[in-house]
């Protein structure tokens, strides 16, 4: 087996690299209250097998969306 050169493996990483940072922000954007996308769809569009694989790496509820969900929940129960 050939060793890579460090360009080779560099040129490597920047390919993987480019690829995690666009699946990360489609994930991030189209996984958002104001998106209406739901998250089994957005899971099925990045290949994912198991729906768990896209909650637990691109999930993460900020004070904004607590906010907003927990108003959205006492709005509902006047």
Known sequence: ????TVSEIYRE???VKRH????????TYSINIETNCDC????????????N???NLYVH???GL???CIDRMLRSLK
Do not use: C, Q, Y
């Open 40 to 51: 089994k769809t957005v899971s099925s569009i990045l290949g994912h097998a198991n729906i």
């Open 53 to 55: 694989t896209t909650l």
């Open 61 to 63: 509820p900020d004070m």
């Open 20 to 27: 995690l940072v666009k699946e990360s922000s489609f994930a």
């Open 1 to 4: 087996m050939k060793k890579k």
């Open 66 to 68: 607590k906010r907003k």
């Open 13 to 15: 990483w920047r390919i």
